[in-house]
């Protein structure tokens, strides 16, 4: 059974910097479409970034230039390196998986129903 699991949340100044990881377990993680949403109270879960197996990746405007995602297949980890954090970033993340490539794939980082999750960490950003 699939499994994802995210660290390194925590709270931050604005303008420090946080990475968080997410290990995978349970399928043959290099073979799937990874990414990273979030989701602020009152807001809809958005996707932020996405990368394919072939390590090509696709931001969100709004962390475009600031957050880097990067995978370890050797590790089964996902990671979401995050600069220039802003109070803006404040929500809860979330790893996920998409067996369908549809959220690497598609044009606007979009939710599908094929998609796995974690069960999310938080992330704070004070001014």
């Known amino acids: 059974q699939m499994q994802l699991v995210e660290s390194g949340g925590g709270s931050v100044q604005a303008g420090e910097s946080l990475r968080l990881s997410c290990v995978a377990s349970?399928?043959?993680?290099?073979?799937?479409?990874m990414g990273w949403f979030r989701q602020a109270p009152g807001k809809e879960r958005e996707g932020i970034a996405a990368?394919?197996?072939?390590?090509?990746?696709r931001y969100a405007d709004s962390v475009k230039g600031r957050f880097t995602i990067s995978r370890d297949n050797a590790k089964n980890t996902l990671y979401l390196q995050m600069n220039s954090l802003k109070p803006e970033d404040t929500a809860m993340y979330y790893c996920?998986?998409?067996?369908?490539?549809?959220?690497?794939?598609?044009?606007?980082?979009?939710?599908?129903?094929?998609?796995?999750w974690g069960q999310g960490t938080q992330v704070t950003v004070s001014s």
């Open positions: 349970g399928y043959t993680y290099s073979s799937y479409c």
């Open positions: 996920a998986a998409d067996p369908s490539f549809a959220f690497c794939i598609v044009a606007g980082l979009g939710i599908n129903d094929h998609i796995n």
């Open positions: 990368i394919d197996v072939d390590g090509s990746t």
